[in-house]
Antibody, heavy 116, light 108 residues
């Protein structure tokens, strides 16, 4: 059974860059799409972006100018960077596996707080 | 852009049936998935492809979708069903997923 685990700093200063990694175990990155989704405290789910199974990327237009996704197939990892963060970027960040926009596996999530 | 509308909250007595709705234009022409999120946990799918259930999800959970509304029905509600439920579709025009705002189910 595939498992996803997010990792990265829990605290980022305003205007700096948020960097997270999703490590996938028990399965290959091939044949699936991989997304980052975030949830601000007490709020709903916001899709950030996706790495397709052909390694193309797709980003939420509202975040596109600040987001970069990357893949390391040798490590079975998907990474997220978000530039110029503000307090509004404070959230739990999830990575999730999908095929056809159906998210069948999620990581446990990691809380990132933006604060000086 | 395409949006999904859910009631913020639904309350139901234990043992009764809970109905959680998700509205959107021509929603019946799209494929709807439902996720359950308990406090401190990641969302987990309870219904996918409008009506299918993962094997770990009891038959008490069922989904339907037609016209402008999708519905998640939970029969014989238990205290453990208390959670926030999100509907989700794909916005084919923008090629991205869209989530509803979530419905908090309270079991009385």
């Amino acid at each position: 059974q595939v498992q996803l685990q997010e990792s990265g700093p829990g605290l980022v200063k305003p205007s700096e860059t948020l960097s997270l990694t999703c490590s996938v175990s028990g399965g290959s990155l091939n044949d699936y799409d991989w997304s980052w989704i975030r949830q601000s405290p007490g709020k709903g789910l916001e899709w950030i972006g996706c790495v397709y199974d052909n390694w193309n990327m797709n980003y939420n237009p509202s975040l596109h100018s600040r987001v970069t996704l990357s893949v390391d197939t040798s490590k079975n990892q998907i990474s997220l960077t978000l530039d110029s963060v503000t307090a509004a970027d404070t959230a739990v960040y999830y990575c999730a596996r999908s095929r056809g926009w159906f998210f069948d596996s999620w990581g446990q999530g990691t809380l990132v707080t933006v604060s000086s | 852009s395409f949006g999904l509308t859910q009631p913020p909250s639904v309350s139901v007595a234990a043992g009764q049936t809970a109905t959680i709705t998700c509205g959107g234009d021509y929603l019946g022409s799209r494929v709807v998935h439902w996720y359950q999120q308990k406090p401190g946990h990641a969302p987990a799918v309870v219904v996918y492809g409008d009506t299918d259930r993962p094997s770990r999800i009891p038959e008490r959970f069922s989904g339907s979708n037609s016209d402008n509304r999708a519905t998640l029905t939970i029969s014989r509600v238990e205290a453990g069903d208390e959670a926030v439920y999100y509907c989700q579709v794909s916005d084919n025009t923008a090629d991205k997923p869209v989530f509803g705002g979530g419905t908090k189910l309270t079991v009385l």
